[in-house]
């Protein structure tokens, strides 16, 4: 039968007959000849994984007591996966959150270690300005990439505009305070040549600059040494 009991984390399991036959076969005696039927078995020691504490997270493999049974030198992976509110510490071997390990002759034991956290609320920063967005958060122990502490991004497309933003001539609200190109204050102009000169301003409106400037009149070339006629030229 298999497995068999070895003791104490050992076990035998069937591997094969010398005959190559079936874990269950049977066989023909032929008379006056001895004949010997070996089965060959494999031995096999018990790995036990745990997580502590058991609200703390995963483990992988998943082999609680009574454990899983491996073969002397075969590789295995372990993996600790932290549950919510919980941060992965260390194993018991010292090996990083997923390593690999090589099955002793021998049962053993892995215990992965989990210590609780305070959840914090972050919000993904897909344009990478600093500032999150309030429509996508998750909670997490330590701060994920690409996620940020707040929520007061108003476009999380475009990196130009945010809390931290200054307004600009566009159209748009710049720095996210729900107002549209405000605080841009006119701008002084000239237009005109000679005495034609005059001011004007340049105000934002609609998302552009517009300038607004009459030149004067010219009138007739006097000997005053000034560009009455505005060409240019006195």
Known sequence: SSPQSGGAGIQYVYSSWSDSGAQS???VNTPYVATTYTANFTTQYRLTTIAS???GGTVTPDCP???CWYNSNSPVT???TANTGYTFSSWSDGGAQTHSVIMP???VTYTADFTACQLTNYYKDNDGDGYGNPNDSIQACTQ???RVPNN???DDTNPAISPGASEICDGLDNNCNTFIDEALPSQTIYCGVGECVRTGSRTCTGGTWVDSCTPGAPIQETC???DNDCDGQT
């Open 105 to 107: 002759s021998a049962a």
């Open 152 to 154: 007061t991004d108003c």
């Open 144 to 146: 994920p990439v690409d």
């Open 25 to 27: 076969h049977t066989i």
């Open 53 to 55: 504490p058991t609200t």
């Open 65 to 67: 007591e009574p454990g």
């Open 224 to 226: 005053d040494n000034k």
């Open 78 to 80: 372990l993996t600790a």
